[in-house]
Every structure is written in structure tokens, then in C-alpha cells.
């Protein structure tokens, strides 16, 4: 079975430069995940999909970040415009999405390494 | 949400067993315990859950206290492919799609 699949794997960009990163989850998972994970701690969801519709998207920095997943299945993320701070692992992640926590163990991709200088 | 406690680190030598511990005293009834580990450079993945009784699995055991606040994971023989940051993570059982709150977790370091 393919797992969570994430690109690019690397990125460096400069302050104020854009940037984006793609994911396609599992076959046939309706739950997609954005995380977050800064050097030296866990990671941080930014928003979450059910099919195509946002379950929480309350920690992501709606100013300069945004995710979109329009055909219930591939993903992206967006910064726009990046700063210092966004410097982290952007973890994609996905679940089936239904029939209770045993059948819903969260799968993650390698994640995506942005450096922002 | 409900917390879990874990140390930062700890230390093992290879082939002997580990017991990485979890405190969870707010708990709910309807809280699974998970068990996520983070391998240098890699995405984290499942280890283990469980809700009430311990559990096992190819890689790992779960042990929970008759209380469930707190459970400890069981490696029965660290290799040094095991050193990773291991996180306990609660999640409730009537939320399929609950998204995981990870903490700081332990990092798991195995000497030859």
C-alpha cells in the first residue's frame, strides 16, 4: 500500500517569498491533515480535511498561510508571504475518516523541509 | 483536551527492554492511549493504542494502569533503529477523525 505521498521534500526560500507543498494521502482516506513542526517539538495541526470541507482550520495563520484540497483527495499548502519563523517540516497526514479510533490510525508523509532565509 | 507527561529523554542499551512511561490523570472514559514515534528526518507513525487492557503488537507492548492514568510503552529489545522521540497522545473514542495533539515526547536514545 502507497503511503502519504509529499513534495517537495526540501525548499529553501527568502523572507517574503512564496512557496507551496503538495499532498496526496492514502487511497481512499477522507481525513487529510496539515502539521506543522518546528525544530526540537511536536507538531502542531494547522487544519484539517474531511473530503474537501475544512474540519479546523483555527490554528493556521489565515493571514499569510492557506490549504486548499478541492477534489477531496490531493492537497496543497501555501505561505504567502513566508517570514523567518515559518522555517519548519510541514507534515502531511492522512485517516481513513470513519468507523471509530481503531480503524483510524493517522498515517504521516516523510514531510516537506522549508528553510526561510 | 486531556494532557499526557512524558520525560524528555531517556537512555537504553541495545537489546535490553525500555519502559517509556506516560502520565495521563485527567483522562477521560472515552480516551484512547496512542502511542506515535518519530524516527530522525521521518514523518511520525503508529505504534500502539489501547483503551483499557494492555496490548501488544509486533513492535511494541502498551501496559495500563487499572486507574488509566497513567501507561507505560514496553520495547522488549531496543536495537538502535528504536532511538526515536516517542509521543503518548490520548484520543476520544467517539471522534473517528480527531486529529492528534502531540506533546513533547521522549527522546529515546539506544548506546551500542
Known amino acids: 500500500e502507497a503511503g502519504v505521498a509529499q513534495s517537495p521534500r526540501y525548499k529553501i526560500i527568502e523572507k517574503r517569498q512564496s512557496v507551496a507543498f503538495w499532498c496526496n494521502p492514502i487511497s481512499g482516506h477522507a481525513t487529510l491533515y496539515w502539521y506543522q513542526q518546528i525544530l526540537g517539538q511536536g507538531p502542531k495541526l494547522l487544519i484539517q480535511f474531511q473530503n474537501n470541507g475544512v474540519v479546523d482550520d483555527s490554528q493556521l495563520p489565515k493571514d499569510r498561510f492557506s490549504a486548499e484540497r478541492l477534489k477531496g483527495v490531493d492537497s496543497t499548502l501555501k505561505i504567502q508571504p513566508a517570514k523567518l519563523e515559518d522555517s519548519a517540516v510541514y507534515l502531511c497526514?492522512?485517516?481513513?475518516?470513519?468507523?471509530?479510533?481503531?480503524?483510524?490510525?493517522?498515517?504521516f508523509g516523510e514531510g516537506s523541509w522549508l528553510t526561510v532565509v | 483536551d486531556a494532557k499526557t507527561t512524558q520525560p524528555n529523554s531517556m537512555e537504553s542499551n541495545e537489546e535490553e527492554p525500555v519502559h517509556l512511561p506516560c502520565n495521563h490523570s485527567?483522562?477521560?472514559?472515552?480516551?484512547?492511549i496512542h502511542w506515535y514515534r518519530q524516527l530522525p528526518s521521518q514523518g511520525p507513525e503508529y505504534v500502539i493504542h489501547g483503551l483499557t487492557s494492555n496490548v501488544n503488537n509486533r513492535m511494541a507492548s502498551l501496559a495500563i494502569a487499572e486507574d488509566r492514568k497513567s501507561s507505560t510503552l514496553i520495547l522488549h529489545r531496543a536495537t538502535l533503529r528504536d532511538a526515536a522521540v516517542y509521543y503518548c497522545i490520548l484520543r476520544d473514542v467517539n471522534n473517528a477523525g480527531n486529529m492528534l495533539t502531540f506533546g513533547g515526547g521522549t527522546r529515546l536514545m539506544v548506546k551500542p
Open positions: 485527567t483522562i477521560s472514559g472515552t480516551d484512547y
Open positions: 497526514a492522512s485517516s481513513l475518516g470513519r468507523g471509530g479510533v481503531s480503524r483510524n490510525t493517522i498515517y
